[in-house]
C-alpha cells in the first residue's frame, strides 16, 4: 500500500477503505496475506505525523521505508537515490564481464550486442520514472 496523506481527514478515508477492501476481499473468498503486505507512507511535510500501522484481520501492517515495486525501488521521499545506487552497483558488475571479455580479444561488435543485452536494459527500465530526479554532475 503508498499513502499519500495530507490531512487527518485522508488518513480517515485510508483507514476505511482498507476495511473495505478487507472486506471485500473476505466476501468474495480471497485471502490476504498480511504478512507480504507493506505500508509506506509519504509525507513531503517538514513535521511528518507518526501514523499507526494498519490492521487487516487482527495482524499489523509492516510499515516501511522503501520497498520495490515492479523492478523500482520507492522511498518514502521519491527520491530514487536508492534506486539508482541499486542500479548502478548492478551495472557495474556486468561490465566487469565485458571487460574481462576485452581483455580476451573478444570482437567489439559481439561487446556491443552483450552491452544492449545486458547492460542497456538495467539503466533504461523505468528510467523516465527517476531520471528528472537524478543530480546532474
Known amino acids: 500500500m503508498l499513502v499519500l496523506l495530507n490531512d487527518f481527514a485522508s488518513y480517515q478515508s485510508y483507514l476505511s477503505s482498507v476495511v473495505r477492501f478487507s472486506s471485500w476481499c473476505s466476501n468474495n473468498f480471497l485471502h490476504l496475506n498480511v ?3 507493506k505500508e509506506m507512507c509519504i509525507d513531503f511535510r517538514r513535521n511528518r505525523t507518526v501514523i499507526s500501522p494498519v490492521v487487516i484481520n ?3 501492517v509492516e510499515q516501511v ?4 515495486y515492479l523492478g ?4 518514502e521521499k521519491l527520491s530514487f537515490t536508492e534506486h539508482v545506487t541499486a542500479v548502478q552497483k548492478k551495472s557495474q558488475q556486468r561490465l566487469h564481464v565485458l ?3 576485452r581483455a580476451f580479444y573478444v570482437d567489439p561488435l ?4 552483450l ?8 539503466l533504461t527500465y523505468c528510467s523516465i520514472c527517476y531520471c528528472s530526479f ?4
Open 35 to 37: 504478512s507480504k503486505t
Open 58 to 60: 487482527g495482524e499489523p
Open 65 to 68: 521505508d522503501s520497498f520495490k
Open 72 to 75: 523500482v525501488i520507492l522511498d
Open 99 to 101: 571487460r574481462k571479455l
Open 110 to 113: 559481439l561487446l556491443l550486442r
Open 115 to 122: 552491452y544492449r543485452s545486458i547492460i542497456e536494459p538495467l
Open 134 to 137: 537524478c543530480e546532474k554532475p
